[in-house]
């Protein structure tokens, strides 16, 4: 169960995408999310869908594999469907019964929500898979290098990602040796309701724990004695630059951003003009 979680790794391809400048990928990746926050018309949702899948295309990374990690957040999206559909006031209301309503704005709501957490997941997939720990961390730093000026730790924040990163397939592999040797040893996590398996998850989440911080301990003593000081007079191996077709990339994401606020705009201003002709 637990090695059918993709989200957080690298899918090493020959594509496009691989190849485009960490920097980019991140920008992207924010703008989208923003994007995504700002608009609520269904136009501008079937625009961004349309984006991810031919981003999706371009990536060579398989649509299954990144289905596969869109199942941990499967009680998410329900649970966010569900409070949208009941608590949401409306003008045209389906049922109502207490504080439960169920209206057409709710459920127009409810599908919004869905789609835009799907689309962030998706979204922030993609980075991930197409770009690796090293490479990400390169552009984080790189892209948030002004803020050195103001003392942030630019860096330091860069290396902890990237060990976050790096810790989340291991950690997954480890999670799920243990419960199979606990499965082996007559434990069930399978049965009994929500409250029951929460308990049989503790033999698990006891010893991960260990050995997540036993790792730490050692990635901690293996960097020290290393003389790892932080950033400060560091050089890179392979520096980033620019290339002609990430600065096109960044000309293309500019007019996304535009389109999908000019479906927005467009979409509520034929929802203002058919309400007004319908009164």
């Known amino acids: 169960m637990l090695r059918d979680m993709t989200l957080g790794q690298y899918y090493p391809t020959k594509s496009k995408v691989h190849k485009t400048d960490p920097r980019v990928k991140l920008l992207a990746t924010l703008l989208f999310v923003v994007g995504l926050f700002l608009v609520n018309s269904f136009l501008s949702y079937i625009f961004s869908i349309a984006i991810i899948g031919i981003t999706i295309g371009m990536s060579k990374v398989p649509f299954s594999y990144m289905i596969?990690?869109?199942k941990f957040i499967l009680v998410l999206l329900i649970i966010s469907?569900?409070?949208?559909i009941i608590f949401t006031n409306g003008e045209h209301m389906y049922f109502e019964y207490g504080i439960i309503k169920i209206s057409a704005e709710g459920l127009k709501w409810a599908v919004f929500i869905v789609i835009r957490l799907m689309l962030i997941v998706l979204g922030c997939s993609i980075v991930t898979y197409t770009t690796t720990p090293n490479d990400l961390t390169a552009?984080?730093?790189?892209?948030?290098?002004?803020?050195?000026?103001?003392?942030?730790?630019?860096?330091?924040?860069?290396?902890?990602?990237s060990i976050a990163l790096r810790f989340i397939p291991i950690l997954v592999e480890e999670a799920d040796k243990i419960m199979k040797a606990q499965s082996a040893r007559g434990a069930d996590f399978d049965?009994?309701?929500?409250?029951?398996?929460?308990k049989n998850m503790i033999p698990v989440i006891v010893p991960l724990f260990i050995s997540a911080f036993r790792r730490a301990s050692e990635l901690a003593t293996a960097m020290e004695s290393r003389c790892y000081r932080g950033g400060e007079g560091r050089t890179k191996f392979k520096p980033l630059v620019y290339k002609l077709?990430?600065?096109l990339s960044y000309a293309f994401l500019a007019l996304y951003?535009?389109?999908?606020?000019?479906?927005?705009l467009m979409a509520r201003n034929i929802e203002a003009l058919n309400f007004m002709m319908a009164k």
Do not use: Y
């Open 245 to 247: 077709s990430d600065k």
């Open 257 to 264: 951003f535009v389109i999908i606020i000019g479906l927005d």
């Open 191 to 198: 049965s009994g309701n929500i409250i029951a398996k929460a």
């Open 81 to 84: 469907a569900v409070f949208n």
């Open 68 to 70: 596969k990690g869109m």
């Open 139 to 161: 552009g984080l730093e790189k892209g948030l290098s002004w803020m050195r000026k103001i003392k942030v730790p630019v860096h330091e924040i860069a290396v902890m990602m």
